[in-house]
C-alpha cells in the first residue's frame, strides 16, 4: 500500500461517511436472528430485549427484565453492559417504575470487576454507558462511591488503553472462539450508545479490528488456528463455539441456521449475545466480508498476540505470542509457538476442516498442569489454585482435558506442515500426549510406513508419530495417546486441489520420516516436508527453514495478503483485491481507498 | 455494626477515662474476617457470601457482613484509634474504604489499581495508606483521593504485605516475590533486606521491639530478624511444613506467636519464634490462611481457613473450634480492642 509503486485512487475518505453496504443477505439474517430470539425463552437480557423490540411476549419480557435487574447471581461485569444495552435500546418502552429499578441496580448492588480482559471490558463498557446515561449524580448515587463523572472518566480512559493495547500489542485473551462474544458484544453495545463521536469511532474500529482480526483465520464459520482460551467442547467440536454464530450473522457461513441443530446451539449464558449485533446499526465493511469468505487462493496469515498479563514468575509482563496460520478453501491449520501462553483453557494448534459435519478438527497437547502456571497469572495462594480453579472449570486437573497450556510442547508450521515437539520433564502428573481424531472422519487408516492418514470430504490429513503411541476409543472421538516424555508429531495437510487423489497424497508421504538428530535435554528434529522444505527444530532452541532460522523477532503485528500492521504502530491495513481500508487508532480515523490494478 | 460500635466507644471511653490507660481496654472486641470466595463461587458470578465480616469476639458465630459483597476482599485495615470508623478493604475491585464505620463505602482506586492483596493504614497519619498488588506497592498521602506506585528499587513486584514500622513511620517493609524489601524514605525507595528467598508471603513486626520481624514464604519456612532485615534466620526447630501465610504476635506477651500456612494447622511459639509446636486439636481444616490474636485477651486465638471458616481457640490455640463462615476462603482477620 505504501509502495511508491502502487498508485493511489484518488477518493480518500475519512469515516464515519464510510459505511459500506449491507451484505446482500446480512439484513434477512439480522432480521432472522431477532425473530428467533424473540420466541426464546431463555432468561437472557438478549432476549427480554429481542422480544420487546419486535413486541413479542411483552408482558413476560418486562416481568424477566425486572427479575433479571435483581438478580444477584448474574456478575457485575456480565450484568453491567448487558443491562445497560438493554436498557438504552429499550428505554422508551420500559414503565417508569422498571426504569428505576435498572437505574437503582448501579447503586445497590456491587459490579465486580473480574480479573481478565474480557471482565474488563464488559465491565467498564457498563460503567462507561452508565455514567453516560446518569451524568451529573453524586457519589451516594454509585455502587462503588464515585461520582457520574469519575466513573465516566475512569471507564474512558480505561477504554482507551484497550484500544491503544488491543490495536499495538494485541489482545491477551486473543482469537478464542469462546470469548469472542465477550468482546465484540459490549464494543457494539458501546458503539450503539455512546454519545462521545471519538469514543463511537474508536468502538466502531475496534469492531472492525475484532471482526477483522476472526476474517483471516475464518472458514466456514469456524475461528481456525491457536486460540488463547477456548472451552473443550468447542475446540472438539468448533462451530458449536459462540464465535460461529456471529460468524453466521456477518460472514454468512456456515451456510445453515446454527441453532437448528442442538449440537450448535448457543449454551453460554444463554448465548443469544449475537442479538445486539443484529440490533446493533454498525455494519461490517465489504473489506473485511470479502477477506472472510474468499478462500479461492491459500495463504499464510502470521500476526503477533501477548500473553495474557504474568504477575508473578516472569521477567516480562506481556510476552508476544506468535501465531502461524496457513488458510486454503478445504482446510486451515494453525498453531501458537507453545509453552505457557495464556493458562488453563489455551489451544496451541489443529487442523481445521471446512466441512459441514460435526468435529472437524484434528490436534494434539500435553495435558499439563500446576499451581505455579496458575500463579503466574492469578494472585491467589498457588498451592490452593488448582482445586479453586477445577472449582469452576472442573478439568483444569483431569488427564483426559482437551484444552491446555504445557511448556513441554512446541510447534514449528511451515505452510501445511507442523511439528510438535513434546519434551516432558520426569515426575509429571500427567506424563502422556493426546490427540484428538474425530469418528466421522472419512477415512482413518494406519500406513505401513508409520503415517496416519485421515480424510474428511476433500482434505487430507498424514500424521506422524516418532515414537510410539497407542488409541482409546471415546463416544465421538479416538484418543491418541503417547506415553513417551519426547516425542514428535508431524502432520502435512493437503487436499484434492493440490494433490488430486488421496491415494496420491499417501504415495507422496509414505517415504518420509521425521529424524531425531539431537538428543539430550534439548532434542533436535529434522524434516523434510512433501514440498522439499526441510525444517529443523530443536526444543528450546532454533526453528531452521532450508537452513534459515525463522526469527520470530520479525514477526509483524499482522502479516498476510489482507491484513497488515507494524506491531506497537497502531496502523491497521486491510487489504482485499484493490479496495484498502485502514484503521489509525492513534488518530481515531479510519480509511478507505482503492488502489488501481 | 454501626451501634455496636458506638456502644463499645461508650465503653471504651468510660474505661480510659477512669483508668488513664490504653491497654485496659473492655474484655470485649471485635473480630474482622475478609472473605474472597465460597465453596460456591462461580466465575463470573455475584457471590454474596464474600467481603468484610465482623463479629463480637464473645459472641457466637453470627457474623455480620458489612461493606460491598462480591468483590474478592483480601486484605483489610481497621484503624484502630479510630475504634473502627476508618475501614479499609484490598479486593479485586481496589481499596475500598470507609470513614463511618461501614455505613458508606467508596472505592479510593482507579483502574490503575487492582487485584489489591494487602493495605495498611498508618495509625498516626490515617490519611498515609500504603497497599499491596501484584503490580508492586502504591501509596496515598491524602486518604485515597491520590495514589502512587512506589516500586523504585523492587525487582519483582509481586507484594503480599505491605508493614508500616510502629516506631518510624518512614520506615516501611514489604513482602515480594524476591524477598522482603524496606524503605527508609516513606516507600519513595526500596532497597532488599538479607531475606531475599522467592515467594515471601507475609511480614509482621514485633508489637514492641520494631527490629524484630518475621517472614513467612513458599516453600521456605519462616524466617526472623532481630536488627530490622539486616540479617534474617530461618527458625526452624519444631515446624514440620514449609509454607506459611501467616503470623501473628500475642500483642499483650509478643514471646507468644501463632503461625500458619499450607496443610500446617496451627503452630505455637511461646520463645519469641525460637521453636514451635503444633496445636491443632479441634481444628478441622489445616489450610491456614489467617491468624489474630486478640489484644484484651491473649487466650482468644481466631484463625482463617481455605474453604472451611474460621476457627477459634479460647485457651491459646490448646483446643479449637468452628466460628462460623463455614466454606469460606478467609484471607485476612483482625481483632480489634473495642
Known sequence: MRNSAVILLTVLFLVPSVEARAQPSFEQRRQRLIEVVAGERDRSFFTVTAKLVTGKDKEFAIQMLDSLTTDQSIGGMFYSYAAIGSYLRLRDQLPDSLKAKMRNSFRERTMYRGDTENHWVMYYTGLYLAAQTWPNEGRSQWYNGKSSDENFREAEEWLNLWFKTSSTIGQGEFDSPTYFITFITPVLTLYEFASDPVMKRRAQMMA?????????????????????????????????????????????????????????????????????????????????????????????????????????????????????????????????????????????????????????????????????????????????????????????????????????????????????????????????????????????????????????????????????????????????????????????????????????????????????????????????????????????????????????????????????????????????????????????????????? | MDGLNRSSLWLTALVAVSLGSVDLYAQESTVYASVVSTKLFVVGAANPQTGLFSLRSSGDTTWQHTGPHNIRAFGMAVHTPSRGRLVCIASGNGVHKTTDAGTTWKITTGWEITEVLWVSIDPRTPEVMFCATPYGVYRTINGGTTWEEKTKGVQQRFTSSVVIDHSNSSTIYCSTEDGVYRSNDGAETWFRTGLNVGGVRVVVQHPKNADVLLAGTDDHGIYITRNGGKYWEKTEAGLDHSTFYSIAFDPQNPQTLYAGGYVTGVYKSTDGGVSWRRTNSGLTNLNIHSIAVDPTNGDRVFAGTQWGGVFRSDDGGSTWRSAGLSGSQVWAITVQPF
Not at chain 1, 246 to 265: C, D, M, S, V
Not at chain 1, 376 to 398: A, C, G, W
Not at chain 1, 508 to 534: C, F, K, V, W
Open chain 1, 208 to 597: 472492525d479490528l475484532l471482526f477483522a482480526d476472526f476474517a483471516v483465520e475464518h472458514l466456514n464459520g469456524n475461528y481456525c488456528g491457536g486460540h488463547s482460551r477456548d472451552y473443550p467442547e468447542d475446540i472438539m467440536n468448533p462451530l458449536s463455539a459462540p464465535a460461529a454464530l456471529w460468524a453466521w450473522l456477518y460472514f454468512g457461513e456456515p451456510q445453515f441456521e446454527l441453532w437448528q441443530e442442538t449440537r450448535y446451539r448457543p449454551r453460554h449464558r444463554g448465548g443469544w449475545e449475537t442479538v445486539f449485533g443484529a440490533m446493533s446499526s454498525y455494519r461490517l465493511p465489504e473489506i473485511i466480508y470479502s477477506i472472510a469468505t474468499d478462500r479461492s487462493t491459500p495463504y499464510v496469515h502470521t500476526e503477533t498476540k501477548r500473553v495474557r498479563n504474568i504477575i508473578r514468575f516472569g521477567l516480562e509482563k506481556n510476552p508476544p505470542v506468535y501465531k502461524y496460520t496457513y488458510m486454503t478453501r478445504h482446510y486451515a491449520l494453525g498453531s501458537l509457538q507453545g509453552g505457557i501462553l495464556q493458562p488453563i483453557q489455551q489451544h496451541t494448534w489443529d487442523v481445521t476442516f471446512a466441512s459441514d459435519k460435526p468435529y472437524n478438527t484434528i490436534f494434539t497437547l500435553h495435558p499439563f498442569y500446576s499451581g505455579k502456571e496458575l500463579a503466574m497469572f492469578f494472585p491467589e495462594e498457588q498451592k490452593f489454585l488448582s482445586d479453586e480453579v477445577d472449582r469452576y472449570h472442573k478439568i483444569y486437573t483431569n488427564p483426559n482435558k482437551w484444552n491446555s497450556s504445557s511448556p513441554f510442547e512446541q510447534t514449528f508450521q511451515h505452510k501445511n506442515t507442523i511439528l510438535v515437539l513434546y519434551n516432558i520433564d520426569k515426575g509429571i502428573t500427567h506424563p502422556h500426549i493426546d490427540g484428538f481424531f474425530p469418528k466421522n472422519l472419512d477415512e482413518r487408516s494406519i500406513d505401513p510406513s508409520g503415517w496416519i492418514f485421515c480424510r474428511m470430504g476433500a482434505t487430507y490429513v498424514a500424521f506422524y508419530s516418532l515414537r510410539p503411541y497407542e488409541w482409546i476409543e471415546e463416544e465421538i472421538n479416538w484418543r491418541w495417546r503417547s506415553f513417551e516424555l519426547m516425542n514428535c508429531i508431524v502432520v502435512e495437510v493437503g487436499s484434492s486441489d493440490e494433490e488430486g487423489p488421496f491415494e496420491q497424497f499417501k504415495r507422496n508421504l509414505q517415504a518420509r520420516s521425521p529424524a531425531l538428530t539431537g538428543g539430550g535435554r534439548n532434542p533436535t528434529i529434522e524434516y523434510t516436508t512433501r514440498s522439499g522444505d526441510h525444517m529443523k527444530f530443536t526444543f528450546n532452541g532454533p526453528r531452521l527453514l532450508n537452513g534459515k532460522p525463522v526469527n520470530f523477532a520479525e514477526y509483524k503485528f499482522f502479516n498476510g495478503p489482507y491484513l497488515h500492521s507494524e506491531r506497537k504502530s497502531g496502523v491497521v491495513t486491510m487489504t482485499y483485491k484493490n479496495h484498502v481500508r485502514e484503521l489509525d487508532f492513534d488518530k481515531a480515523t479510519i480509511k478507505e481507498w482503492q488502489k488501481l490494478q
